[in-house]
């Protein structure tokens, strides 16, 4: 059973920044891409980066040049690091991955953006 858990969310200050970590719990996690979504309240769920297995990466434009998205395939997990950080960023930030058994999601980790 693939297991995604992301960590690492918080309450910051506008122009700060938080690492977010997604931990997987198979060991194929290192060989699958990870994404990396948010949804603020009342809104849809976005796209926000993604990596690839090899280390390729996708941004959203709303987050290039402020975010990172980085991995340890070593230690089956995944990063987002996140600086410069604005009030419009507050979200709950998701990892997920595609298996041949179906797509997975973690639990959501909260980030606040105070202005």
């Known amino acids: 059973q693939v297991q995604l858990v992301e960590s690492g969310g918080g309450l910051v200050q506008g122009g700060g920044s938080l690492r977010l970590s997604c931990a997987g719990s198979?060991?194929?996690?290192?060989?699958?891409?990870i994404g990396w979504f948010r949804q603020a309240p009342g809104k849809e769920r976005e796209f926000v980066a993604r990596?690839?297995?090899?280390?390729?990466?996708y941004y959203a434009d709303s987050v290039k040049g402020r975010f990172t998205v980085s991995r340890d395939n070593a230690q089956n997990m995944a990063y987002l690091q996140m600086n410069s950080l604005k009030p419009e960023d507050t979200a709950v930030y998701y990892c997920?991955?595609?298996?041949?058994?179906?797509?997975?999601w973690g639990q959501g980790t909260q980030v606040t953006v105070s202005s």
């Open positions: 198979v060991r194929t996690f290192s060989n699958r891409a």
């Open positions: 997920n991955g595609g298996w041949s058994t179906g797509v997975y």
């Open positions: 990596i690839n297995w090899s280390g390729g990466t």
